[in-house]
Every structure is written in C-alpha cells, then in structure tokens.
C-alpha cells in the first residue's frame, strides 16, 4: 500500500535521510525504530510532505514526492505527529469535528466510535484540549486523525512521556486501529511496545535502513540492537 524507495531529505545542508526503502502492505503494523537523531520522524514528514525530499513514494499506486501535505491527507494518508498538534482553545468535541474529512457520506469512524473507545474522552467532550492531559491528548489527536477516514495512519512517538497504564492504552488502540482494517506506519522508542504490536520492523541508522525483518527476528540479531538501538 505505501511503497518508500530510495527517499532523501535534508535539514539546510544536513543530509538527514540517505536513501531509505520501506514498505507497508494491507493488515499490518510497521514499526521504525533507531535512536533519536537517526531520521525517523523525518522520514514519515518527508512522505507526508512537510520535508522536501528526493526519491520515491508511492501509495495506494500513486507517486507523493512533490505534492503538499493536505493533498497527500486528501488522497487517504493519516498522520499523527509527535507533538500530537491539537488545538488548545478548542473543545475536544470541536477537535474532533475539524478532523472530519467530509459531512458528506457516511463516516466509518465517528465521534461516539472515538468516545467508545475512549469514555475518558466523553466525559472531557466540552473541556479544551490544552487542559486534558498529555494521555487524554493523545487519545484525542489518534481518534481525531480516524475522523479522516484514512486508508493508512503513520503515527509518530505516540507513547512518548506516558504512565505505563496509558503506553497500554496505546498500544491497544493501535492494534484496534489495524483490526479495523487500516494499516499503521509506527514510530516508536520504547522497542517492547513495537516488537508487541508489529508485523514487520525497518532499523534506521545514519540515515539508512539497516534492518527489516519480523519481530521475532531483530529479538535474534543481538548485533543489530547493540549497535543500532541500544544506548
């Protein structure tokens, strides 16, 4: 469904990705791992169009590299960033809605599926985003994302400075996510999580991938978690 080759990105004249391949097909979760600095977050920018980048991408049959990001979201692409991106003065009902791709049609992911898989979003309904915690946060821009109606999510460190409790949370949601049939480009630190959830894992270092394989396979490979992943 998204097919990566060969794609280069560059921060002023940093050289931050230097040729990445990735693929991710139908039914699947993908994790992207590597320690921070190695071009992750990059990488779904570049594919999402917020980094000008070289090389191929590819998705659902259609060439990306070049478009701007709400044509890439429009053609089907979700995007959760790291910094979750809600707006704060906004209810989390409000938020919600300006996620919604259209009020035309019938919407296969709502607002009482969100609160459904979240009550702790229900009851917050009215609150503004800026005062729900950084988990009720995340909860709220990962649904707010589906309201989209996307073909394929990349979600960006969605774990990233939560209690163990919620990182479950998460990490639940996520397989939720799939099980409906949409399949999830994962950036992710904590590799337990990825390795839990995941169908398929990509390594990255210096800008490169360096690994892909199952699971089960990166747990063999002692040399490349010391010398990619480990601190």
């Not at 980048?53 to 070049?66: H, I």
């Not at 996620?99 to 599926?113: I, P, Q, V, Y």
Request: proline share 4%; aromatic share 6%; glycine share 12%.
């Amino acid at each position: 469904m998204l097919e990566v080759r060969g794609l280069h990105a560059w921060y002023g004249k940093s050289h931050i990705l230097q040729g990445v391949d990735l693929d991710v097909r139908s039914g699947e979760i993908v994790s992207l791992l590597g320690r921070n600095g190695v071009g992750r977050s990059t990488t779904v920018k570049s594919i999402m169009g917020q980094v000008v980048a070289k090389g191929a991408v590819r998705f659902r049959g259609e060439d990306l590299v070049g478009r701007r990001p709400h044509e890439i979201a429009r053609r089907g692409l979700g995007y959760v960033p790291e910094d979750r991106a809600i707006f704060p003065d906004l209810t989390v009902r409000q938020n919600l809605a300006l996620g919604r791709k259209s009020l035309r049609g019938a919407a296969t992911f709502t607002e009482d599926n969100a609160y459904e898989m979240f009550p702790r979003l229900k009851e917050r309904a009215e609150t503004p985003g800026g005062v729900l915690s950084g988990g009720e946060q995340q909860m709220l821009t990962l649904c707010r994302t589906l309201m989209g109606d996307p073909k394929l999510v990349m979600v960006d460190e969605p774990t990233e400075g939560l209690a163990p409790k919620i990182v479950e949370l998460v990490a639940q949601f996520l397989l939720a996510i799939r099980d409906r049939g949409i399949p999830i480009l994962l950036v992710e630190q904590k590799l337990d999580i990825a390795l839990d959830i995941s169908e398929r894992v990509y390594v990255l270092g210096h800008g490169k991938t360096v690994f892909e394989g199952t699971p089960a396979e990166l747990r063999e490979r002692g040399d490349i978690r010391k010398e990619w992943l480990e601190v």
